[in-house]
């Protein structure tokens, strides 16, 4: 199964249509071409009063591959960065709580990126990439049509002890470290795939 996140909205890609019209709510639709998937994107892009999207293919790598087709790719990166302490590092950007990110650059890796990123959004340097946790996926609309941006998370330990600086630039207003038991309230204020990252990590 694969998730995308439109705002706070959620369409999934499936092949499993018993599992999820059983305990699930929401719209649902089966696959028969790429056109007809476009114009079903559009509609849901639409319809905002839709909040779950289930769309049903026997063979699911086709149907995610026909879906890429109806976007413009964005591949990213990013940190969930925590420090000895056991704190996690979180970035206030445009009324959200979030985590440093990225778009990659053809001459980097995806670990290069996600250090990069974390660095010059955080002002911190000496970041190191402890494991990679998942990938998500969100949409917004971008130059003439639609992004797809697909963000490859890493799960990062910072030993250091520079206060974080935020890239004023990248409209980020305040870094704090945020215990784990204090995390509640600011996920509450975050994105869908921002929780989805915290949750695989545990």
């Not at 402890?130 to 799960?155: I, R």
């Not at 305040?174 to 990590?201: H, Q, T």
């Amino acid at each position: 199964m694969y998730k995308v996140f439109f705002n706070d909205r959620t369409l999934y890609l499936t092949d499993n249509f018993e599992k999820h019209f059983q305990v699930k709510y929401g719209l649902f639709y089966k696959y028969d071409s790429r056109d007809g998937l476009q114009e079903l994107i559009t509609f849901y892009q639409k319809l905002k009063l839709i909040k779950s999207l289930y769309v049903f293919h026997s063979d699911i790598e086709e149907l995610r591959d026909s879906f890429r087709t109806c976007f413009i790719p964005v591949p990213a990166a990013g940190g969930l960065i925590s420090n000895e302490k056991g704190e996690f590092l979180m970035i206030y950007r445009r009324g959200k709580w979030d985590l440093p990110k990225g778009k990659i650059s053809k001459k980097e890796t995806t670990e290069e990126t996600a250090i990069r990123e974390v660095e010059e959004e955080c002002g911190i340097t000496g970041v190191e990439i402890v494991k990679p946790l998942l990938s998500t996926y969100h949409t917004y609309p971008f130059k003439n049509g639609t992004a797809l941006k697909k963000t490859t998370w890493f799960e990062m330990l910072y030993r250091g002890s520079e206060p974080p600086v935020p890239e004023t630039e990248e409209d980020i207003e305040e870094i704090i470290w945020v215990k784990k038991e204090d995390l509640a309230p600011y996920l509450e204020k975050s994105f869908p795939a921002i929780r989805d990252v915290f949750k695989y990590f545990g």
